[in-house]
């Protein structure tokens, strides 16, 4: 019987790019996802996506359907060849579901240093999703 000590192997090679400890980046082909913050202003409901490095003209697209907000852009790589960069380059995508009471007919978008802020409007002012009551057994 063998026994070892310590942390554990890595099993597969691919367990180990991507890890946030290794500097090997695997190429794939689904987007990477965009940070977000969101929050209630009122009659408004406030999406902020982190964009940082793109052309809003040529590199974004934002657009609503069936309560959902979806945002997709693409991060050129300006100079392919560096010896080292951590910088994320290619398709960005995000989808996010409204809130009840968004109303999809009023919604604007405007990206300002690298930040996407999109405001849907309300029609009802906007209220936090009900709260998990726990049942006794009795």
Same mark, same amino acid.
Request: glycine content about 6%; overall charge negative; aromatic content about 6%.
């Given at each position: 019987?063998?026994?070892?000590?310590?942390?554990?192997?890595?099993?597969?090679?691919?367990?180990?790019?991507?890890?946030?400890?290794?500097?090997?980046?695997?190429?794939?082909?689904?987007?990477?996802?965009?940070?977000?913050?969101?929050?209630?202003?009122?009659?408004?409901?406030?999406?902020?996506?982190?964009?940082?490095?793109?052309?809003?003209?040529?590199?974004?697209?934002?657009?609503?359907?069936?309560?959902?907000?979806?945002?997709? %852009?693409?991060?050129?790589?300006?100079?392919? =060849? !560096?010896?080292?960069? #951590?910088?994320? $380059?290619?398709?960005?995508?995000?989808?996010?579901?409204?809130?009840?009471?968004?109303?999809?007919?009023?919604?604007?978008? %405007?990206?300002?240093?690298?930040?996407?802020? =999109? !405001?849907?409007?309300? #029609?009802?002012? $906007?209220?936090?999703?009900?709260?998990?009551?726990?049942?006794?057994?009795?």
């Amino acid at each position: 019987m063998t026994s070892t000590t310590g942390p554990a192997p890595v099993q597969r090679m691919d367990d180990w790019v991507g890890s946030p400890l290794s500097t090997v980046h695997r190429q794939v082909s689904q987007p990477h996802p965009i940070p977000i913050e969101q929050y209630p202003d009122g009659l408004t409901y406030v999406i902020e996506l982190e964009l940082p490095g793109i052309d809003p003209a040529r590199d974004l697209e934002v657009s609503v359907q069936t309560g959902v907000l979806s945002v997709r %852009a693409e991060r050129r790589e300006e100079n392919p =060849v !560096r010896h080292d960069s #951590e910088f994320r $380059y290619g398709t960005f995508a995000r989808h996010v579901a409204l809130p009840l009471g968004s109303n999809t007919r009023n919604v604007t978008a %405007a990206y300002h240093n690298g930040i996407l802020t =999109v !405001r849907v409007g309300m #029609e009802t002012e $906007y209220q936090a999703p009900p709260q998990a009551i726990p049942v006794e057994t009795v």
